[in-house]
Each structure stands twice: as C-alpha cells, then as structure tokens.
C-alpha cells in the first residue's frame, strides 16, 4: 500500500488516477480547487484544497506521501504560465515534502511522431491549440532543467477516447487494463481515460521511466 497524493483530481484524467489508486488498495490525497464542489468523494479518499502553481500548497499537500501524480490544468490562465508555474511548484514543493517520485500527465502534440518531429510541427498537425501546446512544453523543460526529481512525463500518443462512456460514466471509456509505451505519438490513436490511469498507476507503483517523457498508447 501507497500512499498517494493526486493533483488536479477534480477532472477526467484526474478522477481516474484516483479511482484506479483506490481500486489498487492505496490511500489518495486528492487535491482539488474546491472540495466543497466534489461533495465527499469516493471512501478512502481525502479531498483537500490546494493551488499545484504555489510550492508551498504543494508541500503541504504531499507531505507524507510517496508519489505524486500531476493531472492538474487551469484554462482559464495562460498556457506557458500556468504550466511553467505549475512545474516549479510541484519541483519545489515536492522537494520540500521529501516526495521524490513525480508522474505528470502530459500532452501528444509536444511528442515526437515516428519521423522524430514533434506532432505539432508535422505538416496538417491541428494549430488551433498550439499556445497550449507550447504551455506544456514549457513545463516539460522545466521539469527537464530540475535536479532531485525523479520524475516520469506520459502523454496519450494521440488523444483520450473523449466518446465512449465505460463503468465510470463519462470518464472516457471502459478500462481493459492494457495499454503500450512508446517514444513516438500518433494523432490516430485513442485510449480511454481508464486505461490511461492504468499506466499512471503501474508508474507510481514501479517506475521505469526516470526523467524522461513516454506516449502511452492503447494496448
């Protein structure tokens, strides 16, 4: 048994990780915006307020856990600050609380396709979102410029199954418990928000990734 801190665990991504850390028998601290708008939330899950942009919100929230897992995004702030803000809080604020395992959510446009170039520099690549893709990006160097941290970067290698609902909803799909990590996006893919969880659990639990960014694909 773990003991998990979850931020951003209010939305689908977020929601997930919890529920699948609390299907797995772990304690969850999951830190949200405003409790009060997630009544009491699942059992065995400690809903608190936190702000994942502040270190030291950060710190109180994760002291005595054993990993965290970020899921966390504000779009109502701009892109590169919010993220940028958000990775120096958790690298601070983690540090601080002696968490030293991190797992981030990331985002498949900021990954590699298999010619090596970013998604979103590809040719035909969607551009409408491309200020949010630069955002993340400026988190992940952030990340990648920290020391202490060891921490593990997984973006969808495509995009979530935002359709079909599964056993939660509208979370996104029902979870197989499969999946496969790759280096390289790929805009065709979906995978369920469920499935994802799986691979964000697996992650906390065992890493294999340390300082390095994977695209985790359906399996």
Do not use: K
Not at 15 to 40: I, L, S, W
Not at 66 to 89: C, G, H, Q
Not at 142 to 168: I, K, V
């Amino acid at each position: 048994m773990m003991d998990i801190v979850v931020f951003g665990a209010g939305g689908r991504a977020g929601r997930q990780a919890v529920a699948e850390a609390r299907r797995r028998g772990h304690r969850v601290t999951a830190v949200v915006r405003d409790p009060a708008a997630h009544g009491g939330g699942p059992a065995g899950v400690r809903i608190v307020a936190g702000d994942v942009t502040d270190p030291l919100s950060v710190a109180r929230a994760a002291v005595g856990h054993d990993a965290a897992i970020n899921a966390a995004v504000d779009l109502s702030a701009p892109p590169a600050e919010f993220f940028t803000a958000s990775a120096r809080a958790l690298i601070t604020g983690l540090a601080e609380a002696g968490v030293g395992r991190l797992v981030a959510i990331g985002l498949a446009s900021i990954m590699p396709g298999p010619s090596g170039t970013l998604l979103m520099d590809e040719p035909g690549y969607p551009n409408e979102y491309r200020s949010f893709s630069l955002g993340h990006a400026a988190g992940l160097e952030e990340l990648r410029t920290s020391s202490g941290l060891n921490w593990a970067y997984m973006a969808p290698a495509g995009d979530f199954n935002h359709d079909d609902q599964g056993d939660q909803g509208d979370d996104g799909g029902a979870r197989t418990g499969r999946y496969r990590i790759t280096e390289h996006g790929d805009p065709a893919d979906r995978i369920s928000y469920a499935d994802f969880a799986v691979a964000l659990l697996d992650e906390a639990e065992s890493p294999r990734h340390h300082r390095a960014a994977v695209c985790v694909r359906e399996g």
